[in-house]
C-alpha cells in the first residue's frame, strides 16, 4: 500500500468538505435522537473493533436515501431513509459495522493505492492499443475497478459480520436486514455493473459466514451486555 498517512488524511479532509457542501443543509442536530440511537450501537462496535482511540464522528443525513458511507478518520455518515430498513439495533449495527470495517481495513487508502496501480496500467495498455483511452477507461471499470470495489465491499461484510457478533448484537439479522433491502431494489441486479455486490450475494455469503459469527456472539458475555442494553432501552432513553 503505497498511500501515506498524511495523504489519507489530506483525502479525507477534502472529502468531508464536499460531504458537507452537497448535505451540510440537511444533517440532523447532534442532540436529534437518531444521532443519539446511531452513536449508542456504534459505540459498542468500536469497543469491539478496539478502535476507541481514533476521533469518531457520525453524521445522520436527512434523506429518503437508503445508504451511509464512512470517511476515513473516522467520519461516519447515516441516511435516515436506511433507518426503517436497518429496523432494529441489530440492523443498524448491521450497516454500522460494515462501515466501521471499512475504517478498519482502510479500505479508502487500499482503493486509492489500487487506482494508481490501474492508472498505470491503463495507461501502457492505450499507448499500445487505444490512443483514444476508449479501452483504458473499460478496462479499469469493468476488468479492474469494479471487481476491487466489490472485493472490498465483500471483506467489510464479513468484518462487520464478526464484529457486531463480538459487541453482542444479533448477527443473524444482518441477513433480514440485506432482505428487506432486496424487497426495495426494483428490477435484476447486474452484479458486474456494480461497486456493490447485490443484496441477494451479500445474504448468501452472510449465510456461509453465520457459523463463525454465531461461535463468536456465543462466546461473548453477551447476556450481560444485552440485559444491561435492555434497561437502558427501557429507560426510556432508546431511539424508538
Known amino acids: 500500500m503505497d498511500v501515506s498517512q498524511k495523504q489519507e488524511e489530506m483525502m479525507a479532509k477534502e472529502a468531508y468538505k464536499q460531504v458537507m457542501r452537497q448535505f451540510g443543509n440537511n444533517m440532523l442536530p447532534p442532540n436529534h435522537p437518531y444521532v443519539h440511537y446511531v452513536k449508542r450501537v456504534a459505540s ?3 469497543k469491539a473493533a478496539g478502535m476507541e482511540n481514533l476521533e469518531w464522528e457520525f453524521h445522520v443525513i436527512d434523506s429518503d436515501e437508503k445508504n451511509a458511507f464512512v ?10 431513509g436506511i433507518l426503517p430498513i436497518a429496523k432494529n439495533e441489530d440492523g443498524l449495527a448491521t450497516v454500522l459495522g460494515h462501515e466501521i470495517a471499512h475504517q478498519l481495513a482502510r479500505h479508502s487508502a487500499e482503493k486509492l493505492s489500487f487506482t494508481k496501480v490501474a492508472l498505470f496500467i491503463g495507461v501502457i495498455v492505450s499507448l499500445i492499443f487505444d490512443p483514444s483511452w476508449t479501452m483504458q477507461r473499460v478496462m479499469m471499470d469493468l476488468g479492474m475497478m469494479l471487481p476491487f470495489s466489490r472485493k472490498c465491499e465483500s471483506e467489510a461484510d464479513q468484518i462487520g459480520l464478526m464484529l457486531i457478533a463480538q459487541a453482542c448484537f444479533d448477527p443473524r439479522e444482518s441477513v433480514n436486514m440485506w432482505a428487506r433491502m432486496a424487497s426495495t431494489e426494483r428490477g435484476p441486479s447486474l452484479a458486474f455493473l456494480n461497486t456493490h455486490p447485490a443484496s441477494k450475494d451479500r445474504m448468501r455469503k452472510l449465510e456461509q459466514w453465520m457459523p463463525e459469527a454465531l461461535e463468536t456472539f456465543n462466546k461473548s458475555d453477551c ?6 442494553a435492555d434497561m437502558f432501552n427501557k429507560s426510556g432513553l432508546a431511539y424508538w
Request: hydrophobic share 45%; glycine share 10%; charged share 15%.
Open 44 to 46: 459498542r462496535i468500536i
Open 71 to 80: 470517511l476515513p478518520g473516522g467520519k461516519v455518515f447515516v441516511f435516515t
Open 223 to 228: 447476556r450481560t451486555t444485552n440485559a444491561w
